[in-house]
């Protein structure tokens, strides 16, 4: 996909807060496709909610936007799950075809109905996937595999509706695709001047400098068994 093309919206998908799992944590992670217009504001959707929100929402990651096209390769991997019958599975909120972790890049902006929106990060996943599943090592297997996802800030808030079109606007860090963000963070995770690059990003949000910052800093890679196994309340 290039500047001049356009991608339309599958579906808009809200959520509110329900127990999740055996733990009944609550969770914002059920999203349910929304059939009319809906109000982005710079926190998200307007009845969009989070469980938890010192880890999920904010401005920094006020929309998910998770691609379909990857339903394809969940289901040869985990099978005919009943959640990859329909959008929303990974609890997102835009679902399309056509975009992926390969062709968006870091500080993209895109219009989208009368909002416009700009790529802050790619998703972290946390063990909510493993509950929402029924799959133990869900969270695991989606950062292994890059199909994470990504998230973005709202930089003019609108009305979106089912339908409208996702149209790329700006492009200023071409050569920074969200899939070399997940090779430093997951793959090459202590290449120096990788993680240097990764650090001086100004697009960058500042809790994804910090891993770059802390990893130059002490040759380690943070821990992820916590946020992927559900040790933590996130």
């Known amino acids: 996909m290039d500047e001049t093309e356009k991608t339309p919206l599958e579906a808009i998908l809200t959520g509110k807060i329900a127990p999740l799992g055996e733990r009944n944590v609550p969770s914002g992670i059920d999203k349910r496709v929304v059939e009319g217009p809906v109000w982005l504001s710079t926190n998200g959707f307007i009845g969009d909610h989070q469980g938890d929100r010192k880890v999920h929402g904010g401005p920094d990651k006020a929309v998910h936007h998770y691609p379909r096209d990857h339903y394809a390769a969940w289901r040869d991997e985990i099978g005919e799950h009943p959640l990859l019958a329909s959008p929303g599975a990974f609890g997102e909120n835009l679902s399309t075809y056509g975009l992926n972790e390969e062709t968006v890049a870091l500080g993209d902006v895109f219009r989208l109905g009368e909002a416009v929106v700009e790529v802050s990060q790619g998703r972290q996943p946390c063990w909510k996937l493993n509950s929402r599943f029924a799959v133990g090592t869900m969270a695991y297997q989606v950062q292994k595999t890059g199909r994470t996802g990504w998230y973005y800030r709202v930089l003019q808030e609108g009305r979106v ?21 997940w090779q430093i963070l997951y793959v090459k995770t202590l290449d120096r001047g990788e993680l240097e690059e990764m650090a001086a990003l100004e697009k960058l949000p500042e809790g994804w400098r910090r891993y770059a910052q802390r990893r130059l800093a002490s040759g380690r890679v943070e821990d992820w068994d916590r946020r992927l196994n559900g040790q933590e309340q996130a």
Do not use: K, M
């Open 161 to 181: 509706s089912p339908g409208d079109l996702l149209q790329r606007i700006e492009r200023p860090l071409r050569e920074w695709p969200l899939r070399r963000l």
